[in-house]
């Protein structure tokens, strides 16, 4: 599964979510599936606002029919019905080192 670092050099809101249009326009392109999200989860500790902006941005996105859906790193796991289903179709995507883990920072995109 591909990986997209959206936080990595710390940027603004406005620049992180034209990172994500930009990034899923070239997923589209490769006619990737899927890819996780790399937004962080706050330098404070409380949930950033990067965060908090794809989230919103994505679900609008899933709403709209432009992605088939999300799953937020806290529900990456696979008591979760989403994530279940998504692993028994794509088995190589329990080795995911987020797997589990609650990890707050990541977000699995569904294209």
Request: glycine share 10%; hydrophobic share 40%; aromatic share 4%.
């Amino acid at each position: 599964m591909k990986t997209v670092n959206l936080k990595s050099d710390m940027p603004q809101v406005h620049e992180a979510l034209q990172r994500l249009d930009r990034e899923l326009a070239l997923a589209r392109n490769e006619k990737a599936k899927l890819f996780k999200l790399v937004h962080g989860y706050g330098s404070t500790g409380a949930g950033g606002d990067i965060r908090i902006a794809v989230q919103k941005r994505l679900m609008e996105l899933a709403q709209n029919g432009q992605i088939r859906g999300c799953i937020f790193g806290e529900n990456w796991s696979k008591s979760d019905e989403q994530t279940w289903k998504l692993l028994q179709a794509h088995a190589e995507l329990k080795n995911d080192s987020d797997l589990g883990r609650r990890n707050q920072g990541i977000t699995i995109v569904l294209l």
